[in-house]
């Protein structure tokens, strides 16, 4: 039986969990320890971490806050932000990590995304996509924390990066994050039809109504988000409730 998972996410800047706006300015709302006890008591199906400046800083990942956070978490961790080589995978699941998000460094260095999908199977390599709408109507691909564009569809994009050995998308809308404004249905529904592997919705959930259709309106596997849990009284095990509530095949709270 198929399941909409509820996926957490988590941004580390400088020591700190903050949440961003259309990957610009941010907020801090907590201390990865903290908020991995938090998150950890919740009812997620998974939870995404991200050191979210590693690599518009040219640095390693910050192993020490990573590694904090995951001894707080029992639930499956997805951790990313920084990831370019395979011993950097090595070691991210020697921390904690069921899997890792690669983003920068698989546009780079697609075949990156092959190496690793072979040396640690599939299941474990999550390739991210940061997208901004275009006035013609598609989405391009940028890199560096939103910093910097690439000249790539994202939509195909993601059909590359399953024909490399990818075994899910995580596609995240630019122009929605931190809005709270929903999420771009066009976007996801785009990247999940044309993949056969699972996708992750991310960016713009601000209420328990947008899960629902992200979950209903799109081919999405999951819904990510953020906001939703920060700056509300909505917690995961209320927007699990709420999505089995309207029909939603989640797993069992």
């Avoid at 790539?152 to 596609?171: K, N, Q």
């Amino acid at each position: 039986m198929s399941f909409i998972r509820l996926i957490p996410t988590l941004s580390l800047k400088d020591g700190r969990i903050i949440k961003t706006i259309r990957f610009d300015e941010f907020r801090d709302v907590g201390h990865p320890k903290t908020m991995g006890k938090v998150f950890d008591s919740q009812d997620v199906d998974e939870l995404i971490f991200t050191d979210i400046t590693a690599t518009q800083e040219h640095r390693e990942p910050d192993w020490e806050s990573i590694k904090m956070f995951a001894e707080e978490c029992a639930m499956p961790l997805t951790i990313g932000g920084g990831i370019k080589t395979v011993e950097h995978i090595r070691r991210m699941l020697q921390i904690g990590a069921d899997k890792v998000t690669i983003n920068s460094a698989a546009v780079e260095d697609p075949a990156f995304v092959t190496r690793a999908s072979t040396m640690f199977g599939s299941q474990c390599i999550v390739v991210s996509i940061d997208a901004v709408a275009c006035r013609r109507g598609d989405y391009e691909v940028m890199i560096e924390g939103g910093a910097a564009a690439t000249g790539r569809d994202a939509v195909s994009w993601a059909s590359e990066c399953e024909r490399l050995g990818a075994g899910e998308i995580l596609i995240t809308s630019i122009d929605r994050d931190g809005t709270m404004q929903g999420y771009d249905l066009d976007l996801v529904n785009a990247v999940a039809s044309a993949v056969s592997i699972p996708v992750i919705a991310n960016g713009g959930a601000g209420l328990l109504v947008d899960l629902i259709d992200a979950a209903t309106k799109t081919r999405a596997s999951a819904v990510a988000c953020s906001s939703l849990f920060h700056f509300s009284d909505n917690k995961p095990i209320k927007a699990k409730a709420f999505l089995q509530d309207h029909g939603v095949n989640v797993r069992p709270i």
